[in-house]
Structure formats: structure tokens, C-alpha cells
């Protein structure tokens, strides 16, 4: 999805949702959305981010894929994360990243290695109050220890 990152999850999810509907797969897994790493700053509000369900089992057959789906395989990945509940906005995405960055300043032993991506657990008519996520940064050991 590129444009308005506020949007992207809901925008992208429309996409998503034919496809697993299509290929008979139970959504039991939350919505991912990375972010470009500009979001690190605040202020960027634009940008190009991908939106995605993961599967459950690598058993699943697909009958077909959409021209506008991707199916890639994501490698194991270290990361610092933190749970929230509340609206499923940029706002809110944003004091989550600057939680996990003063995390980060404080354990320099630590160092970003990808784009920031946040996985959405609940339907969008939940009440804000109720709704769950979690904000993630890939993150290594600088020293190249597995920490």
C-alpha cells in the first residue's frame, strides 16, 4: 500500500481477506503491516507499506493467487516488541515505536535491522479499548552474539 500509512492496514486487509477466503484458509493468524523505517521519526505519515496474513502451517495449498498478492517466506528474526491496546492508528503506533526506542537506548548492545511492522489481532468494529497489538523492531546483537 502506498500513500497515507494510517490507512494501509485497512486498505490492504480488503486484498488479504478475498485472498484466504478464496483458498478456503481460517484467518487464526493477525494482520501484519511493516512500516517504512522513516516512521521511526514521528512525523512521516507517507509512505509504502506491506500488509500481510501469515499462515498457520506451511501445509496450505493454495488454489490461486491474486495479482496483487505475494507469498514469501519470512526468515526466523530477532526483535524487541511491545503490546498495546487501543486504536489501531499511527498514533498509537508511534508512542509504542518510541517505547521500544528508548528500550533500545537504553541496551546499546542491541541494533536495528529492519523495518518496524505491528500485527493487528482484532476486527476493526471492536471497541478501541479492546483492541490488541503488538509493535515490533528486528533487532541483533551488535556483537554478533544470538541474544
Known amino acids: 500500500m502506498t500513500g497515507n500509512l494510517e490507512y494501509a492496514p485497512s486498505r490492504g486487509f480488503t486484498s488479504l481477506f478475498r485472498h484466504i477466503s478464496s483458498n478456503d484458509i481460517s484467518m487464526t493468524a493477525p494482520v501484519e503491516t511493516r512500516y517504512p523505517v522513516a516512521t521511526f521519526e514521528r512525523q512521516a505519515t507517507e509512505g509504502d507499506a506491506a500488509v500481510s496474513f501469515l499462515y498457520r502451517s506451511l501445509d496450505i495449498v493454495l488454489q490461486e493467487v ?12 530477532t526483535v524487541v516488541s511491545i503490546g498495546t491496546r487501543g486504536r489501531y492508528n499511527l498514533e498509537t503506533y508511534a508512542t509504542s515505536i518510541e517505547q521500544l526506542q528508548a528500550w533500545l537506548a537504553e541496551h546499546p548492545e542491541y541494533e536495528v535491522i529492519g523495518q518496524p511492522r505491528r500485527f493487528f489481532y482484532d476486527r476493526p468494529f471492536l471497541p478501541d479499548a479492546l483492541k490488541r497489538s503488538d509493535v515490533q523492531i528486528p533487532i541483533q546483537d551488535v556483537a554478533g552474539r544470538i541474544p
Do not use: K, S, Y
Open 66 to 77: 491474486a495479482q496483487n498478492i505475494q507469498i514469501q517466506d519470512i526468515l526466523p528474526m
